[in-house]
């Protein structure tokens, strides 16, 4: 049986059930069969490893792979061990308190390995979780890597944490399934030029396509006029969703009401047709119900459920004489509150028909809008209406604060206990401790003198240097290779070697103990010194900006003194 995870818009939630999937399929998918098929090749395909999705923002991204995943459950999932989809989300006042990095390795180790796997050292994070992902065939999808890559200078384009660097550098070079990771701009690093990567870019959806998604939303007209409209609105799934949405809604789905949208004059291109679109929903939407709530989920950069925007909005509903305020007031009882006074059917009438008009993706439960739309609201309630705009800030900050610091992970069942016969290697305590004993031999091995180097078999490891304090155990291990370890240590260090080579050993595991096994003492020096080095980073990062801050005033005294002491002529102004 497949064990499959799909990452829930409100959480880390397992969806185990086919029902998960088709929650996740979106309505009005059209077109991109050849975009399906090759990622169906790459599944199939084991030279494939790594795959490289990438197009701009509103192509259809996430819509491809929903599609593409949904096609999968119904054909069995193409004899897949496991399928485990993650989505990065910009952290944001309303939700968990961590880091989307750090969030991704806590649920995806404790997923794979258990308790023991999602406390391994930060730094390792990434390797370890490639090594779990290894042992079985897995389709392992990462969607929203544009919030961690790095936006400019000689790094623009690669991701800014070492930890995913790592992962996908390792599933790069051997991986018996797939790993498909999605973002907005090409994406760059180590595992680039690997043999087992293929880079695919979506372009725009053709005109047919384009055609047939204007009439889905209910827009009539002839095909020569529809062809003309799609190509006119760049081809762009949203755009053609939002003026579909947008004729249908306001104008009963007749195209000549087009000169209704206005035209932008500004020098930007880049969205300047949603743009268009926007601005005239919002001539329809405005004092409305419905533009209360976009600009509540426009400060939200997650997916959210009704219910955190009821303990939002909560406490505007008991204001008296919210009736009877100005409609045009800046407040947040008549900006937002307007939402939070209907009853719970008005509220999802309201609910649906921004989901009709394209500005609001629900599923499951769940309210997310689209990059374009989410910055457009916001920066017109920040601009427009800035009390509304602090006040809402300080309703998310009071509700963050509510949250736990630490947020704890579901029960969740390890991928190993579930399927007890994985295809590689061996339990993830004594690969860690083999890589350690494994890394420390080499060390003392480079440090060696050559005339103090005592030739041995390769099978066997000596030097006549003093041996650390970790390898004292068994100090007799270069005379006597052939002799039983008699510690957990001694054993890791002895497989060091074949561990290091270019075929891992194979053993037979069930699962990861219930208990924590006691790691080594160099495992224990590396948390304290990883918990020292993160203590020195925020320290130096503190001091630099006391630094700039020092520099900045600095500079404006000295502009002070000169403007005060010295005559024009000498400063090189003009009086």
């Not at 490893?49 to 259809?60: C, E, K, M």
């Not at 042992?135 to 070492?162: A, F, N, Y």
Request: proline share 6%.
């Amino acid at each position: 049986m497949t064990k499959i995870f799909i990452r829930d818009e409100d959480g880390c939630n397992a969806a185990d059930t086919g029902a998960g999937i088709k929650q996740q399929q979106m309505a009005g998918i059209f077109g991109r069969s050849r975009d399906a098929g090759l990622l169906s090749t790459a599944w199939a395909n084991p030279q494939t490893r790594l795959l490289l999705l990438h197009g701009p923002t509103g192509i259809g991204k996430t819509a491809l792979l929903n599609k593409w995943l949904h096609s999968l459950q119904q054909k069995g999932w193409h004899d897949a061990e496991a399928v485990y989809v993650w989505s990065f989300y910009p952290p944001d006042l309303a939700h968990s308190v961590l880091d989307p990095v750090e969030e991704f390795f806590q649920h995806a180790l404790s997923w794979f390995g258990g308790k023991e796997a999602a406390h391994s050292p930060k730094l390792l994070q990434g390797e370890v979780l490639a090594k779990l992902v290894q042992t079985h065939h897995v389709l392992l999808v990462l969607d929203g890597l544009e919030i961690l890559q790095s936006q400019g200078g000689s790094s623009i384009g690669r991701l800014v944490d070492p930890r995913l660097n790592s992962l996908l550098e390792c599933l790069a070079e051997h991986s018996p399934g797939l790993c498909v990771a999605v973002s907005r701009k090409p994406l760059l690093g180590n595992f680039s030029g690997k043999p087992g990567v293929k880079r695919h870019e979506l372009e725009m959806l053709p005109v047919e396509d384009g055609v047939r998604l204007l009439r889905y939303n209910g827009v009539t007209g002839e095909d020569d006029k529809l062809r003309e409209m799609a190509v006119d609105f760049g081809q762009n799934p949203l755009t053609l969703n939002l003026l579909g949405g947008y004729l249908a809604v306001w104008h009963q789905g007749d195209w000549r009401r087009m000169d209704q949208i206005p035209i932008l004059l500004d020098h930007v291109d880049e969205g300047r047709q949603v743009r268009r679109l926007l601005m005239a929903n919002a001539v329809e939407l405005a004092d409305t119900p419905e533009e209360a709530l976009l600009y509540l989920l426009s400060m939200l950069y997650r997916p959210t459920r009704m219910d955190t925007l009821a303990n939002l909005i909560e406490a505007s509903r008991s204001w008296p004489f919210g009736w009877f305020q100005k409609k045009r007031q800046d407040s947040y009882a008549s900006r937002i509150g307007a939402f939070g006074r209907l009853n719970k059917r008005k509220q999802y009438a309201a609910v649906l028909q921004l989901r009709q008009l394209g500005l609001v993706s629900l599923s499951g439960g769940c309210f997310c809008l689209s990059q374009w739309v989410r910055e457009t609201y916001q920066r017109q309630l920040k601009y427009d209406w800035p009390i509304t705009w602090k006040e809402t800030n300080r309703r998310l900050m009071l509700f963050h604060s509510t949250l736990p610091k630490e947020p704890e992970l579901p029960d969740i069942s390890p991928l190993l206990a579930t399927l007890p016969q994985p295809r590689v290697a061996t339990k993830l305590t004594e690969a860690m401790a083999s890589a350690a004993a494994a890394r420390e031999i080499s060390a003392v091995a480079e440090t060696m003198p050559p005339a103090q180097a005592v030739p041995q078999p390769e099978e066997a490891f000596t030097a006549s240097v003093e041996v650390p304090e970790t390898l004292a155990a068994e100090p007799t291990m270069a005379q006597h290779p052939a002799e039983e370890p008699k510690t957990q240590v001694d054993e890791s260090a002895n497989q060091a070697q074949p561990l290091a080579s270019s075929q891992p050993a194979v053993a037979k595991i069930l699962h990861f103990p219930g208990k924590p096994v006691s790691l080594s003492r160099e495992l224990a020096e590396v948390n304290k010194l990883l918990a020292q080095l993160e203590y020195y980073q925020k320290s130096l990062q503190m001091l630099q900006i006391r630094t700039k801050k020092f520099q900045k005033c600095v500079r404006q005294l000295d502009k002070d003194v000169q403007s005060v002491h010295y005559s024009p002529s000498r400063t090189g102004t003009d009086a």
